[in-house]
């Protein structure tokens, strides 16, 4: 979904911001009301709120609220419309328009915008920030309160706007940073009030700079892309996720003459801050990606000389991948079951990705010219033994793990996802690079990036799925190492991932000879009669035979007895039905099937 496009209703206040009131307070005489004999900063504004809707800011009006106001006026130090306009902020939580204002007040909205000079002065002063609202209409501008103001005013304090002047190099580029990255996740905001942040930030510090070169561009646009850039800088430098792709910009800057335009320059090369020698392609193999912009090495040195890259995402992920990484050493030996075809793939397929052999075939390949990684697919329904085959292969072969969680590479951001499988496929290659022996890059539960692609894309989510596959179809051909996904497809397979994959092996579910080793492995005490019995009367996989060992032993654990046969069809008979309510699947995706359904072992 994109990320600057607020397609959701805004929630509704207490109070009718939309509409104007059937009625002014005025009509009636007033409750009775008992000032009270201290004010506090909530208090009095309660009272002005109270006093405000639908008064049409009548002489009147102000003579009720002389009290409250004339204490606000001294602790706040704003005058009275500020202090009605902050009043009506604070309650509804969220932006209002000139408009909400005026039908709150019973005004027009020409009435308020008189009142254009006090406001902008809240901005100035950083009380209020611009934040534009979605109503029936259209996109409008706004006003909203400033973080941390609510908080201090709770606490009966004057409001401190947080500093952004007189600020460093690298001070300006983590405040830009953290600010960014809050706006992007805050679903009422959109890019165009972080646009006028950032000018004013720039404003406030003419000194730096990067804040003068900012300031010499007069299109808002272009000043906030090279910030944006810059964000990107500060997040990915160094790395292979640096650079702010096209499909990210096209979702923050709305679709518009001038900005359709500076798109199409930046395409074409002619975009100022390309002429300025400040933003430049990003290379991919020696080729230079018109789709994809980064900092150049003399925006870099001129305008940034004295800021160190934080690597906010890439220190996340780096500690992502480390905890994807996953020792050999620690993998337990575990006795695994095939059938007689599964078995000799497997075992050859073993023999090929050991140590002593796979060096030698990867060097007779790239003698004769062919692709040298290895990509295996794993495919089969649900507690057939995939994951559990992977990490023994791992164990045997004496290779790390490097586990990719799927799910976690989708980002809400469009362009981002991409950048984090780009980021997997880099971390995969800098591992390989300082490992003695290859590592095993390990997609598990890939049913969403295998899948056939979209042809008709409709959806944003199908677009970057769809790029998603992509990148991985282009990573596995470049791959040097070796890649092993599971899925559980049997079929609807992309027919594009079918060409990459040089081994594929599909896992069924054990015949009656294999499930009777299995119930014997799992329970130690069974007889051969009895583990014959239960093979022949229940089409398990060994996942969900290994269900119903650990079910014995729980019960064991409670109860001091051991479950007899007909208990343990018992079981096997809920073990079935409970199996048979949960496999009705969409076809051909699942993201965690797996997980859910039982397995060989906790990690299926």
């Known amino acids: 979904m994109p990320p600057r496009r607020l397609k959701i209703q805004k929630r509704s206040t207490n109070l009718d911001f939309d509409m104007r009131p059937e009625r002014s307070l005025f009509d009636n005489e007033e409750k009775e009301y008992k ?83 006090e406001i902008e002065e809240m901005v100035r002063k950083r009380w209020f920030v611009r934040r534009g609202t979605h109503e029936i209409g259209g996109f409008f501008e706004g006003f909203a309160l400033a973080r941390g103001l609510i908080t201090a005013l709770r606490h009966n304090q004057v409001f401190v706007p947080e500093k952004i002047d007189g600020l460093t190099e690298q001070q300006f580029v983590d405040k830009l940073e953290s600010h960014i990255s809050k706006g992007l996740n805050d679903r009422h905001t959109e890019f165009r009030d972080d646009e006028e942040w950032m000018v004013e930030l720039c404003k406030a510090n ?6 003068h070169e900012v300031l010499r561009f007069d299109d808002i646009h272009v000043q906030s892309l090279l910030l944006m850039i810059v ?16 499909e990210t910009i096209s979702d923050l800057y709305p679709e518009d003459f001038d900005c359709n335009f500076l798109r199409q320059n930046l395409r074409e090369g002619i975009h100022p801050l390309i002429q300025a020698g400040y933003i430049e392609y990003k290379c991919r193999d020696g080729m230079a990606d018109n789709e994809q912009y980064k900092l150049t090495l003399r925006a870099k040195q001129e305008l940034l000389s004295a800021y160190k890259p934080s690597h906010s995402k890439c ?39 050991s140590i002593d052999n796979f060096p030698s075939i990867q060097q007779r390949l790239e003698e004769q010219g062919m692709r040298k990684g290895f990509a295996c697919l794993f495919y089969g329904g649900p507690g057939t033994g995939k994951t559990e ?3 023994q292969i791992a164990r045997q072969t004496g290779r790390n793990l490097m586990q990719v969680d799927i799910a976690g590479m989708r980002d809400k951001f469009v ?23 290859q590592p095993i890059l390990f997609f598990n ?23 998603m596959q992509n990148i991985i179809l282009q990573e596995i051909e470049d791959l ?125």
């Open 480 to 604: 040097d190492g070796i890649l092993i996904a599971t899925t559980n497809l049997t079929s609807n397979l992309d027919s594009a991932f079918e060409r990459r994959f040089l081994y594929k092996v599909e896992f069924h579910k054990p015949d009656t000879t294999v499930k009777s080793k299995i119930w014997r492995s799992m329970l130690k005490d069974l007889s051969d009669d009895d583990a014959q019995q239960l093979a022949s009367h229940f089409d398990f996989s060994g996942g969900q035979i290994e269900n119903i060992a650990r079910k014995r032993t729980v019960d064991y654990i409670l109860s001091g007895q051991y479950a007899t046969l007909e208990q343990l069809e018992d079981y096997c008979r809920a073990e079935q039905l409970a199996n048979n309510k949960s496999r009705h699947r969409i076809a051909g995706f699942s993201l965690s099937g797996d997980r859910f359904l039982a397995g060989t072992d906790k990690h299926q």
């Open 206 to 211: 003419p000194h730096l700079p990067l804040c």
């Open 35 to 117: 000032e009270p004999d201290t004010w506090t900063i909530i208090t009095a504004m309660n009272r002005v709120l109270d006093q405000a809707r639908g008064s049409e800011l009548t002489d009147e009006f102000w003579e009720s609220i002389k009290n409250p106001l004339a204490f606000l006026r001294g602790e706040l130090g704003i005058n009275d419309i500020q202090i009605v306009v902050l009043a009506m902020l604070i309650e509804a939580g969220e932006p209002l328009s000139w408009k909400k204002m005026g039908n709150y007040l019973n005004c027009s909205r020409l009435q308020m915008m008189t009142y254009t000079d």
């Open 389 to 391: 085959t992977v990490l």
């Open 315 to 353: 220190r996340r992920y780096q500690n992502s991948y480390n905890r994807m990484l996953k020792s050999h050493d620690t993998i337990k030996a575990k006795e695994l079951f095939f059938n007689d075809s599964e078995q000799q793939q497997i075992e050859r397929l073993t023999s090929l990705l």
């Open 415 to 437: 362009g981002e996802s991409e950048k984090n499988i780009k980021a997997v496929f880099a971390r995969y290659r800098e591992i390989c690079q300082n490992s003695e022996v």
């Open 231 to 246: 964000f990107d800088y500060a997040q990915w430098e160094g790395s292979d996720g640096e650079g702010l792709t096209m």
């Open 445 to 467: 539960e890939a049913d969403a990036l295998i899948n056939k692609r979209t042809e008709n894309i409709e959806h944003s989510v199908d677009k970057m799925d769809n790029a």
